[in-house]
């Protein structure tokens, strides 16, 4: 069996290289526009590899060591809590932006504004009059997604110092 300290430190480098390509991934948003099919779809290459990068090692190391599963004794204190409680934050936040992406989406791509971009046709125009909702609700969930993400990681690094370094 792979020691303790060795697949903490794979999870550690698992989750510490999706950070640039989240920031890769908004960096791709940000800086084009219109946002196309192919810049989409490039955005979302970085952005679900990191959330692999990071939900892979979660769902397979962390959440059963933290439930005591496989093994394992419950780690109910401390660092472990607090790393639980902010990631859970983040993939709440993350739950939250999605509801308003998936209606962004819908209306973009309804009106085919991914292929044939109208510069004069706003998206407030296309998505009725709850457009607006959505698109907040998509910041504010990719903000405090990442906000939460980054505590959590610096949650996670420190506890990986303290218990295996």
Not at 7 to 34: E, K, R
Not at 61 to 90: D, E, K, N
Not at 133 to 145: A, E, I, K, P
């Amino acid at each position: 069996m792979v020691a303790d300290g060795v697949v903490a430190t794979l999870v550690a480098v698992s989750v510490s290289v999706s950070l640039p390509c989240f920031l890769y991934g908004a960096w791709i948003m940000i800086d084009n526009d219109p946002v196309t099919w192919g810049v989409l779809t490039w955005h979302l290459k970085y952005i679900l590899t990191g959330l692999v990068l990071t939900t892979v090692p979660l769902v397979g190391w962390m959440i059963p060591r933290l439930f005591g599963l496989q093994g394992h004794s419950a780690q109910f204190g401390g660092y472990a809590v607090l790393h639980a409680f902010v990631g859970s934050t983040a993939y709440a936040f993350l739950a939250f932006g999605f509801t308003g992406i998936v209606r962004v989406f819908r209306a973009k791509y309804e009106h085919d504004l991914y292929h044939d971009y109208d510069q004069g046709l706003l998206l407030d125009e296309i998505g009725g009059d709850r457009m607006d909702h959505w698109r907040s609700r998509l910041r504010v969930g990719v903000f405090g997604y990442t906000f939460f993400w980054i505590l959590a990681w610096l949650t996670g690094l420190t506890r990986y110092a303290i218990r295996y370094l």
